[in-house]
Nanobody, 124 residues
Framework: VQLQASGGGLVQAGGSLSLHCAAS????????VGWFRQAPGKEREFVGA???????YIADSVKGRFSVTRDNAKNTVYLQMNSLKPEDTAVYYC???????????????????WGQGTLVTVSS
């Protein structure tokens, strides 16, 4: 599976962005897809994930502002980000795994396939 993340950019605080994670090379519907972010000098952080059946998991730090959806027909997963804050500034990555352990979805080591990352910058 090859993943490509897109949709990042510069946005003012309080604004919104929608990131896309497009997959190719394999049927996408059976994979769990996660979103992670990494700010300069910080560790990679779990943002959210969506399982093959559509169940989502969202990090507490972004709950109520971010959501994850998927369109299996388009082989695409979306990260909708609303009410953005300067602390949301980071490179955002999407990742996929076929056999993720449910209790460890927040662990980036679970994920086998990674996109290249897309930069989100939120200005104050």
């Amino acid at each position: 599976v090859q993943l490509q993340a897109s949709g990042g950019g510069l946005v003012q605080a309080g604004g919104s962005l929608s990131l896309h994670c497009a997959a190719s090379g394999s049927t996408f519907s059976g994979y769990t897809v996660g979103w992670f972010r990494q700010a300069p000098g910080k560790e990679r952080e779990f943002v959210g994930a969506i399982r093959w059946n559509g169940i989502t998991y969202i990090a507490d730090s972004v709950k109520g502002r971010f959501s994850v959806t998927r369109d299996n027909a388009k082989n695409t997963v979306y990260l909708q980000m609303n009410s953005l804050k300067p602390e949301d500034t980071a490179v955002y990555y999407c990742a996929a795994c076929r056999t993720c352990i449910l209790s460890s979805l927040k662990d980036f080591r679970q994920y086998t396939y990674w996109g290249q990352g897309t930069l989100v910058t939120v200005s104050s």
